[in-house]
């Protein structure tokens, strides 16, 4: 990243309320504020879950799941956490190379991973699409029948048959903008509640 986009990105970081309120909260990161909003009007996450988180770095969603009841996390991010805390396991790693390594079921699936983005939408797209095919695999292998997924995605052309696969997965599924989403921002949260399959390893 050139010095003045990186100069104009702290800039508006200083004015964006969720950055400031993150800091003065002590939440890793702005995205949280996502998760409460996503938490607050779907019940994702219960009292007692197991959760699998995917894009976790710097650990905003990681802290605010644990704030909603989850038991255990299991986080996977190629970056490093700053988050730490006994109830999360950490796996430094990118997701599609731990998809077949994990033993134990969950209850919630959080996936808020993003690509780097190239400027390119149509590119970005059909990355963030990947990562988001990426979690609904994981879901087929480790959610239990009944569990609940958020995954982020960008919008576009593929996005219409991604949302079909989720209505097909999941008793329902909802696209949800929360409002720490930059307006500019193509990407939207696409609530799976109630999975319809079982896991194919453990229940
Ligand atoms: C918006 S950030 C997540 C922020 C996080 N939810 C929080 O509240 O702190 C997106 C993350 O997706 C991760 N990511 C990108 N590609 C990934 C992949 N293939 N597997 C796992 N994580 C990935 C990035 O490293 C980045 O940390």
């Known amino acids: 990243m050139s010095r003045s986009r990186r100069g104009q990105r702290s800039k508006q970081g200083k004015k964006d309320p969720f950055a400031i309120r993150a800091k003065k909260e002590n939440y890793p990161s702005r995205a949280s504020y996502k998760l409460i909003d996503i938490q607050n009007r779907f019940k994702l996450i219960r009292e007692g879950d197991r959760v699998l988180e995917l894009g976790s770095s710097p650990g905003g969603w990681t802290k605010v799941a644990l704030e909603s009841g989850a038991k255990r996390i299991v986080a996977i991010d190629p970056n490093p956490m700053s988050l730490k805390d006994g109830r999360v396991v950490f796996l430094r790693s ?7 390594s994990l033993n134990e079921s969950f209850d ?3 996936s808020d991973s993003s690509p ?11 990355r963030s699409i990947d990562l988001g095919e990426n979690a609904l695999k994981y879901c087929e292998l480790y959610l239990k029948r009944g569990g609940n997924l958020v995954v982020k995605v960008f919008q576009g052309d593929l996005y219409p048959e991604f949302f079909e696969e989720m209505k097909e997965k999941f008793r329902s599924a909802k696209g949800y903008s ?14 799976g509640k109630s999975f319809k399959g079982s896991s194919l390893y453990l229940q």
């Open 116 to 126: 780097s983005t190239s400027g390119c939408h149509s590119l970005d797209q059909a």
């Open 94 to 100: 990118r997701m599609e190379d731990c998809l077949e």
């Open 178 to 191: 929360p409002k720490a989403s930059k307006t500019r921002s193509s990407e939207i949260y696409v609530i």
């Open 108 to 110: 919630t699936v959080l």
